[in-house]
């Protein structure tokens, strides 16, 4: 239990109850809002000024908005998935068990594009003849496969 009344109380029907001048004692606004890039304008002119003699050193100022981010379905639109030669020669066993790649003597036969995959690199070294039917590949991944005795048919050129 309050031994006194709050405050608060007298200043009711004051208008500002305490605080000075109309306006003051308010949110964000009244002193020019959060951070180093709101309202510099209004309150932080000199400090401004000063880091543009300076050139912005502080890497806090950010003057204005910088760049875009480009909305997500549009960047999914142009993902490449892509393989690695290593990956593909580890993984061409298990491919075959899954029915995902065929296999007739010691050539193996594989679609990436059934798998989702767009274009094969040339990381890696290749041990087993592949024949590969994919959309792009590097020049590396294409002479690495001819070496080892395979071939790679590009669906677009």
């Not at 066993?93 to 036969?109: F, H, I, M």
């Not at 590949?137 to 395979?150: L, Q, R, V």
Request: charged share 35%; net charge positive; aromatic share 6%.
């Amino acid at each position: 239990m309050r031994k006194f009344p709050r405050k608060i109380r007298k200043k009711r029907g004051s208008r500002t109850c305490g605080y000075g001048r109309v306006g003051q004692h308010r949110k964000t606004g009244q002193r020019a809002g959060r951070g180093l890039t709101a309202q510099w304008k209004k309150s932080k002119r000199s400090y401004y000024q000063k880091q543009k003699r300076l050139g912005f050193p502080d890497p806090r100022w950010k003057i204005g908005k910088c760049g875009f981010k480009r909305p997500q379905d549009m960047v999914r639109i142009e993902k490449i998935n892509s393989i690695n030669l290593k990956n593909l020669d580890l993984q061409i066993d298990r491919l075959v068990q899954e029915n995902k790649a065929t296999k007739s003597g010691d050539v193996y036969a594989i679609n990436l594009e059934e798998l989702n995959i767009q274009k094969i690199l040339g990381r890696g070294e290749v041990k087993k003849k592949l024949n590969i039917t994919v959309k792009k590949a590097s020049k590396k991944a294409i002479e690495k496969i001819e070496n080892a005795g395979g071939k790679i048919v590009l669906l677009s050129q």
